[in-house]
Structures are given as C-alpha cells and as structure tokens.
C-alpha cells in the first residue's frame, strides 16, 4: 500500500528539480538565440551598407564613363567628372560632381546603419574622369567603413584605372 501511494503522489506533478532544470534550459536557449540574432542583425547592416557604397562608386563611374553633362555644368569642357569625398571619423560619404568646383550630387547617410561610420585616418577624396572612368590620381583609393558593435571594418579600394575591388573583412584602424 506505502508503494502505491508513492507511485500515485509522484503521478501528480513534477518535482521542484525537473521544473527547475526545464526553466534553465529554456532561459539558456533563449539567451543564445537572442544573443545569435543580434549579432546576425549586426553583420546583415554592415552588409547592406558596404552594398550601398559599392553600388554607388559603380554608378559615379559608370556616369563618368558616359560623360553625362551634370545640370551644374555650363559646358562639356568644364565638366571633369564624378567622385567621392569621405571624411575620417564621419557618417556620411559625400557623391559629387566636379565642374570645375566640386558640388555635392547626394550623401550616403551611415547613420541609417546603425553603429557604422568612415574609418579612415585622413579624408579620402576622388573623382572618376570624363570618358576613361579612370581616377584623377595614380594612388589607390581607399574607403573604409567601421561597424561599433561587431568591431569589424572593411574597405573599398579604386585603383589608378578605375577598377573597384572588395574587402569586407579587413583590420580596423
């Protein structure tokens, strides 16, 4: 009789350990899985702005490239072409048109990213020239971006020719 009395008490419910044990692991669980998806949402806008940027030095030079006349310009002869103006520590990068002064065509807002800035050491300035989409310099060109909360940088190089390369796991300055 004392056994089946236990056997029915133990039918009832569980035990302050089994509850306890349930609990944690789903604390632990859910814990990871937020922590997971920070992250991800973290390295997802470093993404989407390093795409924004290379779309737009792509159009810069595909407009330069063309040798679309600005609505600034008096004349095709002043026209020089269309470049970039990023400032160290910044969150914008500037897209301008050069004819013969530089005027600013739009910004790339880094603050719609959340925690991404510009981290060069010194302001980066450029243009692609009329007709070759060549640089205005014969140094590479580089622009990097910073993401504050993953502590992860990467960088946009155009060399003297105008060719665009990619890195989107570089060393922070």
Known sequence: MRNKNRLVRRKRGFTLVELLMAVTAASLFTGLTIANYVTNQQKQTMKAANRELRSTV????????????????????????????????????????????????????????????????????????????????????????????LNKCSSLSVNQFGIISFDDDIACL
Do not use: W
């Open 58 to 149: 792509e159009y810069a030079r595909q407009r330069a490239v063309t040798s679309e006349l600005p609505d600034g310009c008096a004349s095709y002869s002043d026209f020089l072409g269309y470049g970039f103006r990023a400032t160290a520590g910044a969150t914008n990068i500037e897209i301008n048109y050069y004819c013969p002064t530089r005027t600013v065509v739009r910004n790339i807002l880094l603050t719609k990213y959340k925690q991404m800035n510009i981290n060069n050491t010194s302001t980066v300035s450029f243009y692609f020239k009329k007709r070759t989409g060549e640089l205005n310099t014969t140094a590479t060109q580089t622009i990097r971006l910073k993401h504050a909360g």
